[in-house]
């Protein structure tokens, strides 16, 4: 990058750091002494520190050293629903959904909505993730929150086959409204609940919505083995299969958790037209007591796995950080070999790979020249990563959410030094306390949906 008197100072540069980046065989690879040039949300360039003195500026971030990493992606959640975080535990999943998380969804209000999602999205920007793939209802919300807070989201309205055509319908609406808003920070997608709850017509329609408006399709599949056998008792067919049959493997289509995936599954996925791509987020599984995601089968037929949460319902916590390490472990001890997965794979998973299962891995993912700017910068002085010796094992296995400092979306400071510049927790938090004795009231005895897996 050169410079002159004349040029228009840079938005923002971010010096000095140690980068995270991807080399030209997609390997992880650190530059050290390095400053981020930022302009008009995008990154302009990675320079050596030594130069960014001279480079004009609008903003300033002293890194002092600091890591720089692609912003994390959380590949499936619902934000919302952390309003309940931690009210239905040590239940097996069709109690889970049946007595406490459907009856007391059905009693949810905008307003709730709205909370939850300012919530979520503080939890979020303190983590690190600067993009979120969120399946929920009132997603007009959602977005709004998006829009004020300043994160990228991928946002799809779930809807149930016993919503009736206006769920599938309203799915649709919002995906076209709303596509590109929030500066072109949100996109959007189709959001079938899953195949056990919205029937075979409803799958085959949802396709043809998104092949008619090039909509990606984001659902629930596989969640479990038991899931799997199942539909394997009741239809002949694995939930794999019955997308298939749909034509879903013929769209853009993110598969959330994919545990109960098997052998015959495989070759299915191998023959898919579309641009597949599958979430995991571990923490669940071992919640549960489910399997977990096949990552290896799945990296074999090269569809991307990103990393994901799901709903803090269920998992209890947004930190991509942890669904990262868990990653690492969880694979080790399913596929009983310690070399997989790398904490350089692990890195991969976190970045690139979670934007690419959302469609973004031509915008986001890793930080280089025409890459929007969506970073964050990471402390490592601590004592619990201290020595480093190996990087990408320190930032997998020993650094925590809690040692992000700073968040950037499109080129936007969203945290600085720990601080939220977009977020007041203590208003969000103490609105929602008060409006969380209604919501969480089961007395009604209604549900929106029954799980029978």
């Known amino acids: 990058m050169t410079t002159t008197a004349a040029q228009a100072p840079a938005d923002l540069v ?73 009210i239905a535990e040590d239940l097996p999943v069709e ?18 909505v709205t909370l939850g999602a300012r919530l979520a999205c503080a939890e979020m920007i303190r983590a690190g993730v600067t993009c979120f793939a969120d399946h929920y209802f009132a997603m007009d919300e959602v977005a709004d929150v998006v829009a004020e807070t300043g994160l990228r989201a ?17 799915s649709l ?18 959001a ?42 009741q239809e002949g ?53 489910w399997d977990t995601t096949p990552v290896r089968e799945l990296a074999a037929l090269g569809i991307p796995v990103g990393l994901a949460t799901d709903g803090a319902a269920s998992n209890n916590t947004l930190d991509v950080w942890e669904a990262m390490t868990l990653t690492a472990l969880v694979q080790k001890h399913a596929t009983r070999d310690s070399r997989w997965l790398t904490a350089r794979q692990a890195l991969h998973h976190a970045t690139l790979q979670s934007a690419r299962a959302l469609g973004l891995g031509e915008r986001i993912g890793s930080l280089a020249p025409g890459r929007r700017a969506d970073l964050v910068l990471v402390d490592l002085s601590g004592p619990h990563t201290q020595p480093v010796h190996d ?28 601080r939220l510049l977009t977020v007041d927790v203590p208003a969000t938090v103490a609105e929602l306390t008060g409006r969380l004795p209604a919501l969480t009231d089961r007395s009604h005895g209604q549900r929106i949906q029954t799980y029978d897996g």
Not at 154 to 170: D, I, M, N, T, V
Not at 250 to 260: C, F, K, N, R
């Open 192 to 233: 079938p609940h899953a195949p056990y709850t919205v029937t075979a017509d409803d799958l085959a329609a949802t396709a043809e919505l998104a092949r008619a408006h090039a909509l990606p399709v984001h659902l629930h599949a596989a969640e479990n083995r038991a899931q799997t056998d199942n539909s394997l008792a």
């Open 173 to 190: 609406d919002f995906a076209l409204r709303r596509q590109g808003s929030a500066d072109g920070r949100i996109t959007t997608t189709l």
């Open 14 to 86: 971010i010096s000095p750091c140690t980068a995270l980046v991807h080399d030209e065989r997609e390997q992880i690879a650190f530059r050290p002494d390095c400053a981020v040039v930022v302009r008009d949300g995008v990154i302009e360039a990675l320079v050596p520190a030594a130069e960014a003195a001279a480079i004009g500026a609008r903003e300033r971030i002293d890194a002092g050293g600091q890591l720089a990493l692609p912003g994390f992606i959380n590949c499936h959640t619902h934000a919302p629903m952390v309003a309940l975080r931690g």
């Open 95 to 112: 109690e889970w959904f049946n007595d406490w998380i459907w009856p007391i969804e059905s009693r949810l209000t905008e307003r709730d």
């Open 391 to 418: 990087l990408a094992a320190t930032l997998v296995h020993s650094a925590r959410a809690s040692d992000v400092t700073t968040t950037v979306v499109d080129g936007r400071v969203l945290m600085r030094d720990r």
């Open 154 to 170: 991928h946002l799809g309205w779930a809807y149930f086959s016993s919503q009736g055509p206006e769920g599938r319908e309203r």
């Open 237 to 289: 067919r694995t939930p794999i299969e019955v997308l298939h049959r749909a034509g879903l493997l013929d769209t853009d289509l993110l598969i959330a958790h994919g545990t109960g995936i098997i052998e015959r599954d495989l070759e299915v996925l191998a023959r898919a037209s579309g641009r597949i791509a599958v979430a995991t987020a571990p923490r669940g599984y071992m919640k549960f007591g």
